[in-house]
């Protein structure tokens, strides 16, 4: 009976994790589509709220570290139900980069103070942002259900937000040579969209973290990426 209770408890234990990192995904999803809405929309009042709900974001992370940490102390798991804690970290951690990325969008839109691009420099971007959530809801429901073919449909599909993201650099960087003008706007939009691209690579590193606890193993394929090497140098940069 004890035994009984034991496992049950352990069990409840699995189930609030991975209920908060549930939770966790909803609020990141919610920042991107906030955050390029702000931008979209020249709205600082939204990219003001986007920073301040990065706290809710990163409170959840901590919560996920200290529930793994008491219930790894607590039940001593072995083999599967061990993956299914450090999945969860793993996780925590790609979700909690994904809000940071997010509100560095929005710290992009106050910085624009009113000076913003056309319209047609957003939709690249937008687009992007579509893919990326896209992605991002297929990787959550691979999570919640168990999905090794989902988390995998969703490992492969990164090289077409690369690709869009190429796009959007060669378009934003025409514009920039047509009038030195741009220039201000569009390096604002290029880190935009680097952030986006790199969103799309926590939603590919999740999915191979599915497949790690559905499987037992890593992906030992070489993951598929497309061509951004033209943007390389953002990727540091756009940290600052």
């Known amino acids: 009976m004890n035994d009984q209770h034991t496992a049950k408890a352990f069990d409840t234990d699995l189930q609030d994790i991975a209920r908060m990192v549930a939770e966790m995904g909803g609020l990141a999803e919610k920042q991107i589509a906030d955050a390029v809405s702000a931008l ?9 709220r986007i920073g301040a709900a990065d706290v809710n974001i990163d409170t959840l992370q901590r919560e996920i570290e200290e529930k793994s940490v008491l219930t790894i102390a607590r039940r001593q798991p072995m083999a599967v139900d061990l993956r299914e804690i450090v999945g969860a970290l ?62 995998m449909a969703v ?43 790199r969103m799309g690579d926590h939603a590919t590193n999740i999915a191979e973290t599915v497949h790690y606890i559905i499987e037992g193993r890593p992906i030992t394929d070489q993951r598929p990426k497309g061509d951004t090497t033209t943007i390389a140098a953002l990727r540091t940069a756009g940290d600052r």
Request: aromatic share 6%.
């Open 40 to 48: 979209a929309k020249r709205d600082t009042v939204l990219a003001q």
């Open 90 to 151: 793993r996780l925590a951690n790609d979700l909690e980069r994904i809000g940071d990325l997010a509100k560095n969008i929005a710290k992009r839109v106050i910085a624009l103070n009113g000076e913003f691009p056309p319209p047609k420099l957003i939709r690249g971007v937008e687009h992007m942002t579509d893919l990326v959530l896209s992605q991002m809801k297929a990787v959550l429901d691979a999570y919640a259900r168990r999905d090794d073919a989902k988390a």
């Open 155 to 197: 490992w492969r599909g990164d090289e077409e937000i690369d690709a869009v993201c190429t796009s959007v650099f060669r378009e934003l960087l025409t514009y920039m040579m047509e009038d030195p003008r741009n220039i201000s706007f569009c390096i604002h939009l290029l880190f935009c969209a680097k952030n986006i691209e």
